[in-house]
């Protein structure tokens, strides 16, 4: 009997969280749902992974919560056995000039971002080393790799995520995990629905926003047999910025 392949995806009750689990349960894979606050939309996710002919869970925990996120993971080592796939995908805004830039706004944002990565990363991985099987997939941004005004927690979380991914995927790939990060430019998505469209078109070569399924597709590919040779990279997704 073949093992069920299952995947968690942090932030998945929406954008690019939501569309992952998707292409992941068109995939074959058992999807578990995070989401910190909104069950609601969590559980809609959960719908379409269903309607997509998939199956999966909502689990809730904050990952910035490093207790919370222990015990979640263990529970749901327990009840899957294996974790075959993790997207790292949780993550907030709080922008703002760093002059203006409260303690708290820089908190939440690492804590989230980067303290998530590690909080959730190092017990799923645990397990992956001892299989000798799995793949990590986390999401930037391409504010981690170019400059932008209001936003230096942000990139500095994503930015860590990029070093952090980095640096993990040589230290497990002689046992089989693969590691790698996507970065996305503007993607339709609640963190840019109060930005000015037409003017951010103009700086895309393709002339268009990104979408989740641009950036699911890609994290898709990342976690498939496909990327088997692939590992420490960092992918842009962003219609031609450079």
Known sequence: MEEKKTAIVTGASRGIGRATAVELAQTGYFVVINFKSNET???ETLNLVRSAGGDGEICQFDVADHAQTIEAVKAITERH????????????????????????????????????????TKPVLREMVRKKCGSIVSVSSLSALMPNRGQANYAAAKAGIIAASRALAAEVARFGVRVNVVAPGLIETDMIKEAPVAEIKKMIP?????????????????????????????IGINGGIC
């Not at 993790?86 to 760093?98: E, Q, R, S």
């Not at 990104?210 to 496909?226: E, H, K, M």
């Open 41 to 43: 939309a969590a559980q």
């Open 81 to 120: 056995k294996h974790i075959q796939v993790l997207v790292n995908n949780a993550g907030i805004t709080a922008d703002g000039l760093f002059m203006l830039l409260g303690e708290e706004e820089w908190d939440s944002v690492i804590n989230t971002s980067l303290k998530g990565f590690y909080n959730i």
């Open 206 to 234: 393709m002339a268009r926003l990104g979408t989740p399924r641009d950036v699911a597709g890609v994290i898709r590919f990342l976690c498939s047999s496909d990327a088997s040779y692939i590992t420490g990279q960092v």
